[in-house]
């Protein structure tokens, strides 16, 4: 079956960078759209970055020129890089495929940005 493995959050200071990384199995990942939510305490899971099978992005408005969504087709793997972040990126991050005409979603990872 699909799985959407998550890695790669923490804690890290406003201004600082991290990545995330997501392993997908199960699926023809080249033809997968695949893409990165956030959802904060109280608040409702919100599309980060999305990128399709041929490498098309889109963004949230919040996160352009800060995020960088990419894949590596070879590896099945789709990773985010965020840099400059900020205190309202907190939040738990999900990844997540659309495969076959359905939705499948990680576990979550959490990242935290605070001093």
């Known amino acids: 079956q699909v799985q959407l493995v998550e890695s790669g959050g923490g804690l890290v200071q406003p201004g600082g960078s991290l990545g995330l990384s997501c392993a997908a199995s199960?699926?023809?990942?080249?033809?997968?759209?695949m893409g990165w939510y956030r959802q904060a305490p109280g608040k409702q899971r919100e599309l980060v970055a999305g990128i399709t099978g041929g490498g098309s992005t889109n963004y949230a408005n919040s996160v352009k020129g800060r995020f960088t969504i990419s894949r590596d087709n070879r590896k099945n793997t789709v990773y985010l890089q965020m840099n400059s972040l900020k205190p309202e990126d907190t939040a738990v991050y999900y990844c997540n495929g659309f495969y076959s005409k359905r939705d499948y979603w990680g576990q979550g990872t959490q990242v935290t940005v605070s001093s």
């Open positions: 199960g699926m023809i990942f080249s033809i997968a759209v």
